[in-house]
């Protein structure tokens, strides 16, 4: 643990696998470049969708990968980041571009809030907890007659496309450019987090608490900074799918399947890895979508049913994820004696 | 507001009660032999009255005489659960016991979905019907049978668990597993039991509200949470602390429900969730 801890604060940031950053370059860059490709609204919508599942699943990364406290109710930030946008929009006219921030900051402080009483205890406590506040959020929103009820809130729209309101109706490509730009930042922001000095904290905290507490780090303040953090990713998402969809309504923003899915994806992939959500979701996304088209109206369920097996083999037959496929050494940066 | 409505919100409180204890008994039991979250717990119990709703329109046999079936039937089903599934994360991290749970709740549910479609159903003309009159308070037939059913069961198992010779099998092996297969109990044959028994739980508290209760195949989710949250009141792994928890739930829900708002029973109970872990981690009978 200690040595980690050293390491942590001399190794230089970039020192990793050149082929690795060369491959994550051209892909980034072959993101940017594909709309110009002419791409159709469906496969626009199809990255969208991996774009903004892929942040999703990396804020409960950064809960459940990082820290290891489960989370099954994490779809709450991402309604409360819904519903901050559409509702100040709605009422004041303030651009999503401040409200996104509101709504991170209000997801900051619900996090505190759980938080401090949970993560004290052992992670069923925590899981129990987040399961019910995932339904109390539902249950009070269906029943708030400020933010609409159960009918929720229909964004106005803008005659035209507009930056400032954040919609665009003739065409995809803003929306993919500002999720792919929120996706990049993130993925960044968590690399970073995970080779900082807190991300490895967070790693002993999750693979020995004890040991952790005896080497002074303050085990529940931890926890909690991640739960924050991982809160903090979550809302602008939501806030984001709420201008793209311009529809907020407590069963879709609010919905146990946004919590399902999270957790899906995220151990599809590869949990308490960074690379883990990227791959999770660039898979489970598009047979999501497909099944969505060739299902039709059952889709819904046959869904799910795919989702609980695809859960349990994984658990029992990869508890690491698709990711741990991928030979250690090109991923890994290179070990320097 | 009179005393007659708040007595009879405590009748129907305690009635309601005495089933959640017996599905957290359920829930508590697997709990405390292998610290496993059952996630899919509300899962099993939406099943057991799917079974006793079937039993009942397909061969007309009444949901209180099928009790027995689907009480098997559950049994069966836990020790499926137990070979398929937990067996192989017995040793797995906490995260991915959860995950795992939670992916055969998702997945119990959306076949039920699938197969039965995601109608309300109900039981027509059981034989447990109408309601009697004590003093000013109604008491509905089928409620309180369910409830004595669920506290017989509830008395069984606890004398089960505490008197029997599998009993203490069984609580050998949750205290220390290890320590009691050098003493001649089969670890994996105990947990299968326990998964038996803790479905069973189920059964009987499903067959029972099959009676008068609405059968769909979100019925579940509600009831686990309540199950969850007198789990974590009582003290995880304590099956009497189920039986006070439980009755603590059920008053609370019905009293909040009258004094305040029934629309926001859930975080009524999630207040006393919060309350419990602040001031007593432990729960009121816990080990931990």
Redesign the interface.
């Known amino acids: 643990m200690e040595s980690k801890l050293i390491t942590a604060k001399s190794e230089p940031l970039w020192n990793t696998n050149n082929k690795v950053i060369s491959i994550v370059f051209g892909l980034v860059i072959l993101l940017f470049a594909l709309p110009l490709f002419g791409l159709n609204s469906f496969y626009l919508h199809l990255f969208i969708m991996i774009f903004m599942h892929a942040v999703m699943a990396q804020s409960w990364n950064v809960i ?1 990968g990082f820290s ?1 406290q ?1 989370s ?1 109710g994490h779809g709450a930030f991402f309604g409360i980041g819904a519903y901050a946008t559409s509702f100040l929009y709605m009422q004041y006219g303030i651009t999503p571009w401040i409200s996104i921030f509101f709504g991170m900051f209000i997801s900051a402080i619900f996090a505190v809030l759980i938080g401090i ?2 993560l ?6 925590f ?3 987040t ?3 995932g ?2 959020f539902q ?2 929103f269906q ?1 708030w007659d400020l933010v609409g009820a159960a009918s929720g809130l229909w964004v106005t729209m803008t005659p035209e496309d507009s930056w400032i309101a954040l919609q665009f109706h003739s065409s995809k490509i803003p929306y993919y450019y500002v999720f792919l730009i929120f996706f990049l930042i993130t993925f960044f922001a968590v690399w970073l987090l995970s080779r900082s000095k807190l991300g490895y904290r967070l790693r002993a905290v999750r693979d020995d608490p004890q040991a952790a507490l005896s080497l002074c780090i303050n085990v529940s303040n931890y926890k909690i900074i991640a739960y924050v953090i991982s809160a903090m990713i979550m809302a602008p998402m939501g806030s984001l799918f709420a201008q793209y969809i311009l529809i907020v309504d407590p069963d879709r923003v609010f919905n146990i399947e946004i919590s ?1 899915i999270v ?2 994806i995220t ?1 599809l992939g590869g ?1 308490g890895n960074v690379w883990g959500p990227i791959i999770g979701a660039s898979i489970l996304i598009p047979i999501s979508e497909y099944s969505r088209i060739y299902l039709g109206g ?1 889709g819904g ?5 795919f ?6 083999i994984i ?2 037959f990869r ?1 690491n994820g698709l990711i741990s496929f991928i030979p250690k050494d090109i991923l890994e940066r290179k070990k320097q004696r | 507001m009179t005393s007659e409505i708040i007595l009879q919100a405590v009748v129907t409180g305690l009635m309601m009660g005495l089933i959640y204890a017996l599905i957290a008994a359920g829930l508590s039991l697997i709990f405390g032999l292998m610290e496993i979250v059952n996630f899919a717990h509300g899962e099993h119990l939406m099943l057991s009255m799917f079974s006793s709703f079937w039993l009942w329109s397909l061969f007309g046999l009444d949901p209180l005489f099928s009790i027995p079936i689907t009480i098997l039937l559950l049994a069966f089903c836990g020790i499926l659960t137990h070979y398929f599934l937990i067996r192989y994360i017995l040793k797995a991290k906490m995260l991915i016991q959860i995950c795992a749970t939670f992916g055969l709740s998702i997945f119990i549910r959306s076949i039920a979905q699938l197969l039965w479609t995601p109608d309300f159903r109900n039981v027509d003309k059981p034989l447990l019907e109408g309601r009697i009159e004590v003093g000013s308070v109604f008491i509905g037939q089928p409620q309180l049978y369910a409830s004595l059913v669920c506290l017989l069961a509830f008395i069984g198992l606890y004398l089960f668990v505490t008197k029997t010779e599998t009993g203490l099998a069984l609580q050998a092996t949750a205290q220390d597993r290890h320590a009691a297969e050098v003493l001649g109990i089969p670890s994996n044959k105990m947990f299968a039991i326990g998964w038996a028994i803790g479905l069973g739980c189920v059964g009987v508290a499903g067959g029972m509200m099959a009676n008068y209760f609405f059968i769909f195949t979100d019925v579940g989710i509600n009831f686990a949470l309540f199950a969850f949250v007198a789990v974590a009141l009582g003290g995880f792994g304590s099956i009497i602390g189920c039986l006070y928890a439980g009755i603590i739930i059920g008053l609370v829900e019905s009293l909040g429900g009258l004094l305040i708002d029934p629309s926001f029973k859930l975080l009524y109970v999630f207040v006393i969730y919060l309350l419990v872990v602040i001031y007593k981690p432990q729960g009121l009978f816990g080990r931990y």
């Open positions: 459940a290891g489960i099954l009483p949970m004290r205890l052992s992670g069923h406590y899981a129990i907890a399961l019910l506040i339904i109390s249950v009070v029943r399902i957790l899906l151990v949990i059952t369920a046959v869904d799910l049913i989702y609980g097996l695809i859960l349990m658990c029992i508890p």
